[in-house]
C-alpha cells in the first residue's frame, strides 16, 4: 500500500520493535496463498481484527483482509514471486516479512506483535481518527504503551504523561492537575482534547479536565496517544491546543483479574481492582468490570508563607489566619464494559460508569470544594469493517459542593457556604467511514458529529440564565490522504461547524505534506486552523463570586455569551468628564442613577445637615479654638446664614475618577473610559509547522518541531469590568463652591469680616469639620454598571467580573526529544520546549489603551531527561529528573509568578513473576529531594510523595 505502510522490517527484531515467529512451509493445494495467525508477543493470546497486507516489490497493494475471531487470516495471491507481508494493530508495532512464492504454494506465516519499541512504528488512531503509523501521522505525537502507563507510581494515569515534550502539567493538589499542551493552562482548565476511549472525558457544562474521576486506571489503560497542535479539522471545537486519548484494554486481549493496592506518605491508600473474560458459544462477547478507591491527606496552606496567606484570607468567611480548606481527600471510580463480535473487525461496545470524588480544588472564580462530586457516562459504540459510529452521555452531579469564602448566607446563627448544584449533561453523537481506493495510494475520512450540552445548576451557578443557556453544536468534516509518491503524502482535511450560541459557520482547515526519504525518517509540514467555542461558563455564568472586604458590595462572576454594555447618559457629559451613568452607594440614593462624581449642591445639603445638628454651645467652642470669638447667639446666627435658605447657595460638581478594583492589591487601577464587552466569539488558532522525527543507527529516535501560532478572539480568564466612582478633589471643590457662596452672601460674607475671617478661611473650617462625613480619596462613591448587570434602584450595585476575547497573540516554539535504547537493559530519554514569550501586555495583545494583558500560565523553558535499566532478574530502575523555568499566572483569582524548580523523581520496581506469577511490586518517589515548591498560584506548596504499590494479576 505504497507509503501508507513504511518498512520497518527484520533489522529492527534485536530493539524488540516486533516478533516473527518461523515460517513452516505447506505443501501446494491450490493457488499460492499465505496464511496465519497474528497474537501478541508477550501474553500470547490472539488479535482478532489485525490488518493483513500483501504488497510486491514495488510497494503495490496486492491482497489484505483481517484476522478473525481466532486472530486467523488467509490471503490468495494470484501470482508467484516475491513479496511482503506487512501487519497492523493499533497499539503495536507494525511488523514486515519478506516471502517467495512459487507456483501453487501456500505458505504458513505466523506475527507476534509487541507494544515495546520506539513509538516510530506504533499503529496509532488520535491525529487523523484512523489507524496509521506514528511516522505517518500528519502531526506531532507520542505514545505511552501500556507497560509505561503501568509503571508509573502514582495516584493517576495522568502523571505518565509529566515528562512527555510540550506537555505543561501543573499539580494542585495530591490528586488534581491542570495539563495542557503546548502552555495558556489556567486554573480549572479543559483546554487539552481528553478522550476515553474515543469519547470525550471532560465533565459536561463545566468543560474540565478532572483527571480524578476519569475512568483511566493504571491497570486498565492499554496506550495513551498525545497529539500536538490544533486538531479542529478532525474534531471541532475546542482542540486548538491538541489532543490526550487514553485507550483502555479490551476484553479479549486482556482477559483475567488484576488487583493494585498501593500506599504512601501523606496516609496515601489506593486499591484499584480490573476483571475482564470472554463468555458466549462462539467466545464472541467480551465484558469488563473496574473499580478504583483512593483516599489521601491533602497539602496544606501555610499561615506562615506570604503567599499561602493570601489565599487563606481569599478562602476564609471571617478574619483569620488558619487555613479553611479540608485536606481530606477521597474518591471512587466504578466502570463496566460489554464488546459483542460479530465479525473480525465488527463489534457493538457497551461502555458506562460512575464515579465521585472530594477534594479542594482551584476553579477560575476561587477555590472550590468538591465534596461528593460525581461523574456518570454511558456509551455505545459500533465498529463495522470502515464504518465507526458512536452515541454517549456524560452527566455531573456536583454533590455538596461549594466556593470557599464565596455566598455565604446564616444558619441557625453560624455563616455556612451555599451548595452550588451541577446536572450537566452533554450528548454526543459521531459516525464515520473510511474508504480507501487506488490500492491504497488514496484515502477519504468522512464525518459528522452532532454535540448537545445542557447545564442544569438550578440558579446556583447560571442564576437568571439558567433558562436560556443551552449549547447545540453541529459538525462534519472530510479527509483526504493521497500517497503522490512513495516518499510523499498530501493530506487534505476541512470541517465546517456550527454553534447555536455564537451562531458562525466555522471552517477548519488542514494541509499536511509528509516525506520519508527513507525507511525511519519522515520530515513533515502542516498548517491548521482550529477554532475553541466558549464554555458554558464564559457564555452563562452568573454567581457571586466574592464580597468587597469591609462592604455588602458583591462581586459578581457573568458569562458575556450575549455581552454586556455601560450605560450613557449625553447630559451627564456636559457635567462631567464622562457620560457614563453610575449607580449611587449613597444609603439615602442607594441604586439611584447619577453622573460619576459628586453634585456639590447636594453633598454640601448633606454636609450643611450635619454641621446644624451639631449643639449650638458645642459648636461655639469649635469656632472660640480656631480663633473666631463668637457667642452662642452669634454662632446660631452664622450658622442660619450658611443655609440655602439664609442665602448660601453652592454649585458645581466634583468629577470622579473610575478605579477598577485590582482583586490582588485590593487598590483601583484607574481608568479614563470603559468599552462595551461583545458578546463571546469563537476564538481561533492558525498554526504553521515544521516537523523531523527519524531513527539513528536503529538506537536512537530524534524528533523535532518548531511551530508558529496566532490567536485570536482568545477567551480570557474573568477579570474585573465595573469600575468604582472615586472623588479625589472632592474637599478642595466643595471648600471652593462653598467660598463662592459665601461671598455671594453679603450678610454671611459681612459677619464673617468683622471676626476677620475670610470666605476661603470660613469655607475651609466648615469642610473640615464634616470630617468623616465627606468620602475621602479611597472612598468608593458610586459603581458603574452594565445595563444587564444592574439590580435596580434601592439595591446595592455590584462589582462584575466577566470575560472578554482577546485581539491578536503571536508566538512561536520549538520541541525536540530523543530516547536512546543502550541495550536491551538500558534505555534513556531527554527533551525541552520552548516558547517564544509566556506574558502578553496590552501591546502585543493589539489592545492599546487598555489594561488586558494575558499569560501562558506555563513555563517559556522546561526540559527532562531520565533512564531506566530493566535487569534480567526482573529489577528495574528508573530516574527523570524535570526542570521548570519561572514564569507568571494571570488566572481569575490567581495572580503572581511561579517560582523555577527542578525536581527529581526515582523508581524501582520487581516482577516477582519468577517466585510468585502475577506478581509484581513498584515504589515511586516524586520529589525525591523533597523541594517545597508550588505549581501554581492558589495551590499548596509541595513536597516529596513516595508510594509503594503490589499488583497481582491472573489470566
Known amino acids: 500500500m505504497n507509503r501508507l505502510f513504511a518498512r520497518i522490517t527484520s533489522k529492527y527484531l534485536g530493539l524488540g520493535v516486533l516478533i516473527v515467529l518461523p515460517c513452516i512451509l505447506v505443501p501446494s493445494v491450490s493457488a499460492q496463498s499465505v496464511s496465519g495467525t497474528v497474537s501478541d508477543a508477550a501474553g500470547g493470546y490472539t488479535l482478532p481484527g489485525a490488518t493483513v497486507v500483501v504488497i510486491n516489490v514495488s510497494r503495490e497493494y496486492i491482497a489484505g483482509v483481517a484476522t478473525d475471531a481466532d486472530g486467523a487470516y488467509t490471503l490468495e495471491v494470484g501470482a508467484s514471486g516475491s513479496f511482503s507481508v506487512i501487519v497492523r494493530f493499533v497499539g503495536y508495532q507494525e511488523a514486515e516479512q519478506s516471502i517467495t512464492l512459487s507456483s501453487g504454494q501456500s505458505l504458513t506465516l505466523d506475527f507476534a506483535l509487541t507494544q515495546r519499541g520506539f513509538e516510530l512504528n506504533t499503529v496509532v488512531v488520535a491525529a487523523s481518527r ?45 490528586d488534581r492537575r491542570e495539563v495542557v499542551l ?284 439558567e433558562d436560556h443557556d443551552d449549547i447545540s453544536e453541529y459538525g462534519a468534516y472530510i479527509q483526504s490522504t493521497s500517497q503522490l509518491t512513495q516518499q510523499l503524502s498530501l493530506t487534505l482535511a476541512a470541517r465546517g461547524d456550527y454553534n447555536n450560541v455564537q451562531e458562525d459557520l466555522t471552517i477548519s482547515p488542514r494541509v499536511a505534506l509528509v516525506f520519508s526519504p527513507s525507511s525511519g525518517h519522515s520530515l513533515r509540514v502542516t498548517y491548521n486552523r482550529a477554532f475553541s467555542s466558549p464554555t458554558s461558563n464564559s457564555n452563562f455564568l452568573d454567581i457571586v463570586a466574592g464580597v468587597v472586604p469591609g462592604s455588602d458590595i458583591l462581586i459578581r462572576g457573568r458569562g458575556s455569551g450575549s455581552g454586556f454594555s455601560w450605560d450613557r447618559n449625553p447630559a451627564f457629559g456636559a457635567i462631567t468628564n464622562t457620560d457614563l451613568v453610575a449607580t449611587s452607594l449613597n444609603p439615602a440614593a442607594l441604586g439611584v442613577p447619577t453622573p460619576a462624581g459628586l453634585p456639590l449642591d447636594a453633598t454640601y445639603a448633606s454636609l450643611y445637615a450635619g454641621l446644624a445638628a451639631i449643639p449650638t454651645a458645642q459648636l461655639t467652642a469649635i469656632l472660640n479654638a480656631n480663633g473666631i470669638p463668637v457667642n452662642d447667639g452669634q454662632t446660631a446666627a452664622l450658622v442660619a446664614l450658611l443655609s440655602p435658605a439664609g442665602g448660601t447657595t453652592v454649585t458645581g460638581f466634583s468629577d470622579g475618577l473610575l478605579g477598577v478594583l485590582n482583586l490582588t492589591t485590593l487598590q483601583p487601577d484607574f481608568v479614563n473610559d470603559l468599552e462595551d464587552i461583545a458578546p463571546l466569539a469563537l476564538a481561533i488558532s492558525t498554526t504553521f509547522e515544521v516537523g523531523y522525527k527519524g531513527l539513528l543507527n536503529d538506537q536512537v529516535l530524534v524528533a523535532i518541531d518548531a511551530y508558529y501560532t496566532r490567536k485570536k478572539n482568545f477567551v480570557g480568564p474573568l477579570i474585573m469590568e465595573t469600575p468604582f466612582v472615586f472623588v479625589p478633589t472632592l474637599a478642595s471643590d466643595l471648600t471652593a463652591a462653598l467660598a463662592s457662596g459665601i461671598e455671594g452672601n453679603a450678610p454671611l460674607a459681612g459677619t464673617l469680616a468683622l471676626f476677620g475671617v475670610s470666605p476661603q478661611a470660613a469655607a475651609g473650617l466648615i469642610v473640615g469639620l464634616a470630617g468623616d462625613a465627606l468620602p475621602d480619596a479611597s472612598t468608593p462613591v458610586a459603581i458603574v454598571q452594565p445595563i444587564e448587570n444592574n439590580p435596580g434602584v434601592g439595591q446595592t450595585p455590584e462589582l462584575m467580573l466577566s470575560y472578554r476575547n482577546f485581539g491578536e497573540v503571536d508566538f512561536f516554539g520549538v520541541d525536540a526529544s530523543v530516547q536512546v535504547i543502550v541495550s536491551d537493559e538500558l534505555s534513556l530519554f531527554g527533551n525541552f520546549s520552548v516558547v517564544s514569550d509566556d506574558f502578553f501586555d496590552a501591546e502585543e495583545l493589539n489592545e492599546e489603551g487598555t489594561d488586558l494583558e494575558l499569560a501562558l500560565n506555563a513555563p517559556a523553558t522546561k526540559f527532562r531527561a531520565g533512564f531506566k535499566y530493566t535487569m534480567p532478574s526482573g529489577l528495574s530502575f528508573n530516574a527523570a529528573g524535570r526542570y521548570t523555568d519561572e514564569f507568571p499566572i494571570l488566572s481569575g483569582p490567581y495572580v503572581g509568578t511561579l517560582e523555577s524548580y527542578f525536581l527529581v523523581d526515582v523508581g524501582v520496581g520487581y516482577d516477582l513473576n519468577q517466585y510468585a506469577p502475577g506478581l509484581r511490586i513498584d515504589i515511586g518517589v516524586s520529589n525525591v529531594t523533597d523541594d517545597l515548591h508550588r505549581e501554581f498560584i492558589g495551590a499548596p506548596q509541595l513536597g516529596r510523595m513516595a508510594i509503594a504499590r503490589v499488583t497481582y494479576n491472573v489470566r
Open 182 to 465: 503546548r502552555g495558556f493552562n489556567n486554573a480549572f482548565s479543559g483546554a487539552a482534547y481528553v478522550l476515553t476511549d474515543y469519547r470525550q472525558a471532560a465533565a459536561p457544562s463545566l468543560n474540565v479536565n478532572l483527571y480524578s474521576i476519569m475512568p483511566n486506571m493504571n491497570i486498565d489503560v492499554d496506550r495513551i496517544e498525545v497529539v500536538r497542535g490544533p486538531g479542529s479539522a478532525l474534531y471541532g471545537a475546542g482542540v486548538d491546543a491538541g489532543v490526550i486519548h487514553f485507550i483502555s484494554k479490551d476484553p479479549f486481549r486482556h482477559p483475567g483479574t488484576t488487583i493494585s493496592v498501593s500506599g504512601g506518605e501523606r496516609s496515601l491508600f489506593g486499591v484499584q481492582f480490573r476483571h475482564a473474560g470472554v463468555t458466549g458459544a462462539n467466545k464472541n462477547v467480551g465484558y469488563k468490570i473496574t473499580g478504583m478507591y483512593g483516599q489521601a491527606n491533602e497539602w496544606e496552606l501555610d499561615p506562615e508563607n506570604a503567599e499561602d496567606a493570601i489565599q487563606i484570607q481569599q478562602d476564609r468567611l471571617t478574619v483569620g489566619t488558619e487555613s479553611v480548606r479540608d485536606t481530606d481527600y477521597e474518591k471512587l471510580n466504578v466502570n463496566g464494559t460489554l464488546e459483542y463480535r460479530f465479525g473480525p473487525n465488527r463489534a457493538l461496545i457497551v461502555n458506562a460508569g460512575h464515579s465521585e470524588f472530594t477534594s479542594s480544588v482551584l476553579s477560575g472564580i476561587g477555590t472550590l470544594q468538591a465534596n461528593g462530586f460525581g461523574y456518570s457516562y454511558g456509551q455505545l459504540r459500533l465498529k463495522m469493517d470502515n464504518f465507526f459510529a458512536q452515541v454517549y452521555i456524560n452527566k455531573n452531579s456536583a454533590g455538596n459542593s461549594f466556593v470557599y469564602g464565596l455566598d455565604i448566607s446564616p444558619v441557625g446563627g453560624d455563616l455556612e457556604h451555599d451548595i452550588v448544584t451541577d446536572k450537566g449533561i452533554l450528548y454526543n453523537a459521531q459516525a464515520q467511514y473510511d474508504a480507501t481506493f487506488a490500492n491504497g495510494r488514496q484515502s477519504f475520512i468522512f464525518g459528522v458529529d452532532l454535540e448537545f450540552t445542557r447545564p442544569d445548576t438550578e440558579g446556583t451557578i447560571n442564576g437568571r440564565n
Open 130 to 174: 484512523r489507524q496509521e503509523k506514528a511516522l505517518d501521522a500528519p502531526a506531532s505525537i507520542s505514545v505511552l504503551n501500556a507497560d509505561d502507563v503501568a509503571g508509573n507510581v502514582g495516584t493517576s494515569s495522568i502523571e505518565a504523561l509529566r515528562t512527555i515534550t510540550g506537555v505543561d502539567m501543573a499539580q494542585t493538589g495530591i
